[in-house]
């Protein structure tokens, strides 16, 4: 056994590893730990963070955001989406900032609705999806509109991989130069729609 080896060894055998915790981002009571529009958009209802109406109209994208900023994690919710008129949508941001003096945040978004479930975009930077399920994938993945989800979100590094109900729909490794690897967690209501989105049992290990 060459010596380097024998050494990790002893190391390891000295001082094992402490396992991560898991900690919930949310305690289902009250919007501690977390910032945004809870007096005129979001709610607390049932153990879930809620936002929307099913006979009013949501006019523009909101967030409601973690005051702690992560980078490498794994995190899992559940999520559930309502609504007919519009486009019906939510998600939720990762390594994300808010935008100064503007209702929008920038950073990663597991996409959720209006098709896009299981899917990751680029919110307000490049604008773009960056990956999504193939059909057959998301065929497999998908539950129908007002049911419950799970989504599993694990960004390690560049590499960034979603989970949907227990299948995974992404698997995407960032490339880009100058992209944040840090930054605050948030979920969103989409605008221009008449929806009502659900958010609970956030729970997350940092890596």
């Known amino acids: 056994m060459k010596n380097s080896t024998l050494f990790a060894l002893l190391l390891s055998l000295l001082f ?50 973690t005051v702690k900023e992560y980078g490498d994690f794994d995190l899992s919710l559940k999520w559930k989406l309502e609504g007919t008129e519009g486009f ?32 990751l975009y ?28 799970d989504y599993r979100i694990r960004a390690e590094g560049p590499r960034i991989r979603i989970w949907l109900n227990g299948v995974g729909t992404v698997d995407y490794t960032e490339t880009e130069s100058g992209i944040d690897m840090s930054g605050i967690i948030a979920v969103q209501i989409h605008g221009d729609a008449t929806s009502v989105v659900q958010y609970k049992d956030l729970v997350i290990e940092e890596l």
């Not at 773009?128 to 998908?142: R, V, W």
Request: charged content about 30%; cysteine-free; aromatic content about 8%.
């Open 16 to 65: 094992p590893a402490i396992a991560a915790e898991s900690v919930a981002l949310f305690d289902g009571k009250t919007f501690a730990g977390w910032e945004g529009n809870v007096d005129s958009v979001w709610r607390i209802e049932e153990g879930a963070l809620v936002a929307g109406s099913l006979t009013k109209k949501q006019e523009k994208n909101d967030f409601l955001a």
């Open 88 to 119: 019906v949508n939510g998600g939720v941001q990762f390594r994300s900032q808010r935008i100064p003096d503007h209702h929008e945040v920038i950073g990663y978004q597991a996409d959720l609705g209006a098709g896009y479930d299981g899917a």
């Open 122 to 149: 680029d919110e307000s930077r490049r604008k773009k999806m960056l990956a999504q399920p193939d059909k057959e994938t998301l065929a497999k993945a998908q539950k129908p509109l007002g049911e419950w989800n």
